[in-house]
């Protein structure tokens, strides 16, 4: 069965800190995708990147970086300089390949405050 | 309209009422799904439907019923719910499913659901 997991709840930093939100999660498929959305206070989740097994290499979007280990099945997303418009939750999730629905395993999610 | 709307934004019912919540889909996909997101909880995927048919029923009461009569519109059916039935209800919709390559979903703005 997968898993998703992320341990932090809840994460408070100041304007233009850097702040890196953890993701482990657990699948016994090779193939697999990983996702992370935003969900601001108004309740739309927002996609942000999918990244497929096979695919290591690290992402840069703008302040948004994101960091692959497949070694410790791990997803970690980076925001650099961070900005009050980044307060959000953040979720992590997985998609195993050989599903017939494409189900989507959620973490419980990261409430992130970003303070002026 | 663009990407995926849900009517209404708010709700609120007795629990003998029967209900219906709507979205639609503007994005050419061909797959649609329900959650339910609560308090403290992470999403759970309740429905899902792709090319009209139901690919996923994930164990949910009989009191919620979907209803997807083309691949833009999707909806949710409510009748007789309980007071732990109040929460954010969340539609999605994707590309093609079951194919292995498991896109992104985009969601709707929600629908929070308060039963009395």
């Known amino acids: 069965a997968q898993k998703v997991t992320q341990a932090q709840t809840e994460i408070s930093v100041v304007e233009k800190e850097d702040v890196t939100l953890d993701c482990v999660y657990e699948?016994?498929?090779?193939?697999?995708?990983l996702f992370w959305y935003k969900q601001p206070p108004s309740g739309e989740l927002v996609f942000l990147i999918r990244?497929?097994?096979?695919?290591?290499q690290n992402e840069i979007s703008g302040r948004y970086s994101w960091n692959f280990q497949k070694s410790t099945s791990s997803f970690n997303f980076t925001i650099t300089a961070s900005q009050v418009v980044d307060s959000a939750v953040y979720f992590c999730?997985?998609?195993?390949?050989?599903?017939?629905?494409?189900?989507?395993?959620f973490g419980k999610g990261i409430t992130l405050s970003v303070r002026p | 309209e663009t990407g995926v709307t849900q009517t209404p934004r708010h709700l609120v019912m007795g629990m003998t009422n029967k209900k219906s919540l709507k979205c639609e889909q503007h994005?050419?996909?061909?797959?649609m799904y329900w959650y339910k997101q609560s308090a403290k909880k992470p999403l759970e995927l309740m429905f899902v439907?792709?090319?009209?048919?139901?690919?996923e029923n994930n164990s949910v009461p009989s009191r919620f019923s979907p209803e997807c009569p083309n691949s833009s519109h999707l909806f949710l059916h409510l009748h007789t719910l309980q007071p732990e039935d109040s929460a954010l209800y969340l539609c999605?919709?994707?590309?093609?499913?079951?194919?292995?390559?498991?896109?992104?979903?985009?969601f709707g703005p929600g629908t929070r659901l308060t039963v009395t």
């Open positions: 999605a919709s994707s590309q093609e499913i079951g194919s292995g390559r498991n896109y992104e979903q985009y």
């Open positions: 699948t016994r498929d090779t193939t697999y995708y």
């Open positions: 990244r497929n097994s096979f695919d290591e």
């Open positions: 999730a997985l998609s195993e390949a050989t599903g017939a629905n494409s189900k989507l395993t």
């Open positions: 994005l050419g996909h061909n797959a």
């Open positions: 439907y792709s090319l009209e048919e139901r690919v």
